[in-house]
């Protein structure tokens, strides 16, 4: 069974560029996670959707990231403009259950570096 | 909002059990307890789940007090593979409390 992918592996742009990142959960996983992890400390939620439905994205910095989830399947993550800050890995889960503490399935991230 | 505290680092000789224990004194009714595994560059990865006396599993036990005041992830028979960082989770399955995975405890397997 394929697991969460997600793309680019890497990316490196100057500040005030915008960046995408691409996620495609597991078959048949309704709920999708974003995260983002600065280095030696652990994930934090970004947003989750529950379908194509985001029914949690309190965390989620608005003026600048945007997420979508269009179909209830793949998903997108935009920053724009990124800045310094927002060099951190961003990962993506995806669980077949409903809520928040349920067993999540994760990427293996996206390594962002803002010039 | 159900806060966890567990050592920022341990160091295990190989073969050994390696017992990892979490503080979470304000746990709520309807929390679970729930235990992550990452490895350098890769996404954390699901371990073990659990919420009241003992979870076990192919991979990892899971020790509950009555109190449910703090857990213990026990992990049989360490190998250099296991070197990795672990993170304790609570929080309600369906509830609004946050998901929060701190900082964790980073585990070194010497040989």
């Known amino acids: 069974e394929a697991g969460v992918v997600q793309s680019p592996r890497y990316k490196i742009i100057e500040k005030k560029q915008p960046v995408a990142f691409w996620c495609n959960p597991i078959s048949g996983h309704n709920t999708l996670y974003w995260y983002l992890q600065n280095l030696g400390q652990g994930p934090e939620l970004l947003i989750r959707?529950?379908?194509?439905?985001?029914?949690?994205d309190s965390q989620l910095p608005k003026d600048r990231f945007s997420a979508e989830r269009l179909k209830g399947v793949d998903s997108t993550l935009k920053i724009q403009p990124a800045e310094l800050g927002d060099s951190a890995v961003y990962l993506c889960?995806?669980?077949?259950?409903?809520?928040?503490?349920?067993?999540?399935?994760f990427g293996p991230g996206t390594r962002l570096t803002v010039l | 909002l159900a806060k966890t505290t567990q050592p920022i680092s341990m160091d295990s000789y190989e073969g050994q059990e390696v017992n990892i224990t979490c503080s979470h004194n304000?746990?709520?009714?309807?929390?679970?307890i729930t235990w992550y595994q990452q490895f350098p560059s890769q996404g954390p990865r699901f371990i073990i789940q659990g919420y009241k006396t003992k979870v076990t599993n192919e991979v990892a036990s899971l020790f509950i007090p009555a109190d449910r005041k703090s857990s213990t992830l026990s992990l049989p028979r360490v190998s250099l593979s296991d070197t990795a960082v672990y993170y304790c989770l609570v929080g309600d399955k369906d509830g609004a409390n946050n998901l929060f995975f701190g900082t964790g405890t980073r585990l070194t397997v010497i040989p």
């Open positions: 959707y529950e379908n194509e439905e985001a029914v949690d």
């Open positions: 304000n746990i709520a009714t309807n929390d679970y």
């Open positions: 889960a995806s669980s077949p259950h409903r809520g928040r503490y349920n067993e999540q399935f």
